[in-house]
């Protein structure tokens, strides 16, 4: 069985920085790029990260760049988020996903997904 498994949300003052990961489970680890979506109340969920899964290219989205990392650790299965100088705009569950071999733009792209962690950046 798939699995993805989010942890290391929590509430954190701006400024502040939170780890997440995403344990995977039950699937060859090394064959999927993994990506991490935030979807904040009320709006639509937004891709914040990826990392593939051959040459370990990573792609971020503009609103976090230069403040959050993404790595993996193939031996661990489990990619992680470094999450640095955290904004208040950073608040929302962030979801790790899936898709096969490399890092797409699109959701759909994406066949698995975890069940979130939720982020809280208090100003």
């Known amino acids: 069985e798939v699995q993805l498994v989010e942890s290391g949300g929590g509430l954190v003052q701006a400024g502040g920085s939170l780890r997440l990961s995403c344990a995977a489970s039950?699937?060859?680890?090394?064959?999927?790029?993994i990506a991490w979506f935030r979807q904040a109340p009320g709006k639509e969920r937004e891709g914040v990260s990826c990392i593939s899964s051959s040459d370990g290219s990573t792609y971020y989205a503009d609103s976090v760049k230069g403040r959050f990392t993404i790595f993996r650790d193939n031996a661990k299965n489990t990619v992680y988020l470094q999450m640095n100088s955290l904004k208040p705009e950073d608040t929302a569950d962030y979801y790790c996903?899936?898709?096969?071999?490399?890092?797409?733009?699109?959701?759909?792209?994406?066949?698995?997904w975890g069940q979130g962690t939720q982020v809280t950046v208090s100003s």
């Open positions: 996903a899936r898709a096969y071999y490399y890092c797409s733009g699109y959701g759909s792209q994406y066949d698995y």
């Open positions: 039950g699937f060859t680890f090394d064959d999927y790029a």
